[in-house]
């Protein structure tokens, strides 16, 4: 009987991952064929691609409820800035008449 010992993991650089990663994206072939033929875990790129297509996802375009929500709340700052301001202006206006 033979054991034998593991291999040793190879680390690839972000250039490499993301190099493989857009191989996958970019002429659709098979997760399986681009890892054979960059000599890469099968399980690994698959990783790869998994992690940069949720990374994508989170900068996406914004859901028509989010573009609904993004537009009360910049109202709502707006709105905000507006009536800090008008109070800013009326503190100064105490203060003068204060001082008198």
Do not use: C
């Not at 054979?36 to 998994?50: I, M, Y």
Request: no cysteine.
């Amino acid at each position: 009987m033979r054991i034998e010992m593991p291999q040793k993991r190879k680390k690839y650089d972000r250039e490499f991952r993301e190099g493989a990663v857009r191989i996958v994206e970019e002429t659709n072939k098979p997760i399986a064929q681009v890892a054979r033929d960059l000599g890469v875990n099968e399980g690994t790129l698959g990783n790869w691609v998994q992690r940069a297509r949720a990374a994508r996802e989170g900068h996406g375009e914004l859901s028509k409820d989010d573009y609904e929500e993004l537009k009360r709340l910049r109202a709502e700052v707006a709105e905000l800035r507006m009536e800090r301001d008008v109070l800013k202006r009326s503190v100064v206006l105490w203060v003068k008449e204060a001082t008198k």
